[in-house]
């Protein structure tokens, strides 16, 4: 799931990073929470049958374009990827199979991430290890970065949708949820880059 508003320049990178992976069974699902620009042009120049464009007339903000593709996915997991970041290739084949060899009450696999800037430079990396029963040290800060997430689809019939009343962090809280119902897992390797630059967010809009 992609959510995206007013990426045109941007969210063509994360759709090609789709693309891109090694694991070939997938659906793409772009919702566009309203944009104004020609994100729509953008989305719907791939052509690929596997690619979904779904558009919110008004916009609702990241937590509400989320919910919306959660509700069409048709597949056993659901993954986030921000519009303005990028996967690498084997990150759904190495994660699928991590879920097809844990145990059933593991709910979310994250892996590694690097920070970005303008320049392309790199900032930063998130390479946590922390796995098992984490709510704790989920309150003591969010080491999740939402776009190496996958989630079991199911987990959301437990623990609800994101909750649309949060501009911002409603990641780190949803995240809280599974993490009270359900174990996590890590793969410790880099699967996805994220791009730290000025402007306005899926996050807060």
Avoid at 51 to 79: C, D, F, M, P, V
Avoid at 175 to 202: C, D, L, N
């Amino acid at each position: 799931i992609i959510p995206t508003y007013n990426r045109a320049h941007l969210v063509g990178r994360a759709i090609k990073s789709v693309l891109n992976q090694t694991f070939p069974d997938f659906e793409l699902i772009v919702v566009d929470d309203g944009s104004t620009d020609g994100t729509e042009e953008v989305a719907r120049s791939f052509n690929d049958e596997r690619i979904s464009y779904i558009r919110h007339e008004k916009n609702k903000g990241g937590s509400a374009a989320r919910n919306t593709g959660i509700r069409l996915a048709k597949g056993e997991y659901i993954a986030f990827l921000d519009d303005d970041d990028e996967w690498f290739p084997l990150k759904l084949e190495k994660q699928v199979s991590k879920f097809q060899n844990s145990l059933d009450n593991v709910g979310l696999i994250y892996s590694w991430a690097e920070i970005i800037d303008d320049k392309g430079n790199l900032i930063m990396k998130f390479h946590s290890t922390k796995k098992g029963k984490v709510l704790h040290e989920i309150f003591k800060g969010n080491f999740i970065p939402s776009s190496t997430v996958i989630v079991k689809k199911s987990c959301f019939d437990k623990v609800g949708l994101f909750d649309e009343s949060f501009t911002s962090c409603h990641d780190r809280e949803m995240w809280t949820r599974i993490a009270s119902k359900y174990e996590v897992e890590v793969v410790p390797e880099y699967f996805a880059r994220h791009h730290r630059h000025s402007g306005f967010s899926i996050g807060t809009s």
